[in-house]
């Protein structure tokens, strides 16, 4: 026989109300009650009849989340922290993949919008906005990383332009002009705000921007691979790549090596960060606060959730900062 929400309050020590709360989610508790609450439910074998809960509350207690791809660095360590804080508010997280694929996206965030209260979503550059306008009338969609500046939604994004633009004027600086930037997808919001960083940083330095150290690529190791080699036919006498994907920074890695580079060429990544202490080259990267991306996607959505619209659309900047392997 499974346990009652009285034996959960028996076990943790907490109140009915507490208990009530981080199962509801109307309230948000803090992480540590959240965790022994949690770890009561599996002691105790506690389960939620979701088809009563549903029919009495009108709430799933669950949030959508929907990533291009599985294989994405940066979107994972979100995504495991919008689980541990959704935990809090006593809500579930289910996270889908449509493999970077348009009418795959638009079948998931359907399917989404059926399923759960709300959708924290990292859209295609080309979606059409007003599917995903539609699907906002059924459930909250709060976007993060990526955007359409056609959507009329909430969004929560790292400056991407301005971190871009201070690291290159800052090897600009140190006398180093020829900085070779692997950009991601052509038409991807993020893909135009680091450009425009890149660009800023020389523009501001007086320097003609050099269109032959700039490539784009798919985000995989492969395109890093590539992108390199590309760049350096042009530019045998390239000095640094700025290289935006954590996946790709493996490609240029690998292709630096291959040329004999290691000692001569710097490398930036974005979210390299598990893999800087461990190579040869020097290789700096680009750290996204994780926790604290998923902490304001959650927030926003918890209100969007209970019925609060104020300041609705807004926007939330996060700052990334540079940091250097050992």
């Known amino acids: 026989m499974s346990g009652t929400m009285k034996d959960l309050a028996k076990y943790t020590g907490y109140s009915l109300g507490t208990i009530s709360n981080y199962i509801s989610g109307k309230v948000p508790v803090s992480e540590q009650k959240g965790n022994r609450i949690e770890q009561a439910i599996k002691e105790l074998g506690y389960t939620v009849n979701m088809a009563a809960r549903v029919l009495k509350t009108n709430s799933f207690q669950c949030i959508g989340v929907l990533i291009p791809s599985f294989s994405n660095q940066f979107l994972l360590q979100v995504s495991k922290y919008i689980e541990r804080i959704l935990r809090t508010y006593g809500y579930d997280m289910l996270v889908t993949s449509y493999n970077d694929d348009t009418e795959n996206f638009y079948k998931q965030l359907r399917n989404l919008s059926q399923k759960t209260d709300g ?3 990292v859209p295609r550059p080309d979606v059409d906005y007003r599917i995903i306008a539609e699907e906002q009338k059924k459930v909250p969609i709060v976007m993060f990383d990526e955007t359409t500046n056609e959507m009329v939604c909430d969004r929560v994004l790292v400056d991407n332009e301005k971190i871009v633009e201070n690291v290159i004027d800052m090897l600009i600086h140190q006398g ?3 900085i070779g930037f692997i950009a991601g ?3 991807a919001y993020t893909t135009l705000q680091r450009k425009r960083g890149y660009e800023n940083a020389f523009k501001r330095n007086g320097i003609p921007i050099n269109e032959t150290l700039m490539t784009y690529g798919t985000y995989e190791k492969k395109s890093g691979y ?3 080699q590309k760049i350096r036919i042009s530019n ?9 994907g954590y996946r790709m920074t493996l490609g240029v890695l ?3 090596k291959a040329a004999g580079l290691e000692h001569e060429i710097s490398i930036i990544g974005y979210d390299a960060y598990d893999i800087s202490d461990t190579v040869d080259i020097k290789l700096g990267y680009i750290y996204q606060p994780y926790q604290e991306i998923a902490q304001m996607a959650v927030k926003l959505m918890m209100r969007r959730v ?5 300041d609705f659309p807004t926007t939330v900047i996060i700052n990334a900062e540079l940091r250097m392997g050992s």
């Open 236 to 244: 045998p006498d390239i000095t640094d790549v700025f290289v935006v």
């Open 119 to 121: 959708i924290l979503c």
């Open 254 to 256: 690998a292709a630096v």
């Open 226 to 228: 590539l992108g390199f």
């Open 176 to 178: 180093r002009t020829k």
């Open 185 to 187: 997808k052509k038409r």
């Open 306 to 310: 209970n019925g609060d619209d104020k």
